[in-house]
């Protein structure tokens, strides 16, 4: 067993020498609990569709501290969405960027697109930050399952397959992320969660109105 321990800088450390060395961590997030390996790593993406279950052919979302950040996973940055980072970051929104060469196709699902957001979850950013780098943030379940909310949950799911497990309390639940994208100089919305759509749409329009 491995038994979730409190948020400390000392066990931050400690997920952090996980993540470096290949390992799987579990934290929460303003969403669900997620699990974390780093993006660049193929042998720990493997591990983290091996113990979630997950078809091969989807992608895994990302986390980032920072603006800068982003600029290690894509391509560029289109404009539209420097004006979203400024409005909802962070916050519960998803963004779909061209992914740099470098990036694992693993991680993209062979889309070439990589889906990143900032949270606003304390722990997920001090992680980020004593890793030194973003993280997955795929949620903590087997797919097809609910996603745990409480680091008990994910325990009693994962037992000993995930690494170390940060307990930051019970997450909301409910939507996951907005997941939004361009198709060329559309917005779409490709998930609708916690941010509606609408709200984003509405602030677009807006800057349009005003530029």
């Given amino acids: 067993m491995n038994p979730p321990l409190a948020v400390t800088p000392e066990n931050l450390d ?3 020498a996980v993540l470096l060395s290949g ?3 579990a934290f929460p997030t303003e969403t ?3 699990l974390a390996v780093d993006p660049f790593n193929q042998k720990a993406l493997e591990r983290l569709f091996q113990i979630k279950r997950r078809a091969r052919e989807l992608p895994i979302l990302v986390l980032v501290s920072s603006h800068e950040q982003v600029r290690r996973l894509v391509e560029e940055i289109p ?9 909802f970051w962070p916050g519960p929104l998803t963004l779909v960027y061209p992914a740099r060469s470098s ?9 070439g697109t990589v889906g990143i957001r900032h949270s606003p979850n304390e722990t997920a950013n001090r992680l980020i930050d004593v890793f030194g780098g973003p993280i997955t943030a795929t949620s903590a379940n087997r797919s097809g399952s609910p996603a745990a909310v409480t680091a ?4 009693r799911i994962f037992d000993t397959e995930v690494d170390l497990i940060l307990d930051g309390g019970h997450t909301p639940g409910g939507s996951g992320s907005t997941l939004v994208g361009l ?4 917005l779409t919305c490709l998930r609708e969660g916690k941010l509606a759509f609408a709200t984003v749409r509405s602030r677009v329009a807006s800057i349009l109105l005003n530029s």
């Fill in 23 to 25: 390992g799987v961590v």
């Fill in 14 to 16: 400690r997920a952090a």
């Fill in 183 to 186: 198709h060329g100089a559309t």
């Fill in 32 to 34: 669900y609990y997620g």
């Fill in 79 to 87: 404009a539209i969405y420097n004006c979203l980072i400024e409005a």
């Fill in 152 to 155: 008990d949950e994910v325990e």
């Fill in 103 to 111: 990036v694992p196709n693993r991680l993209t699902g062979n889309t």
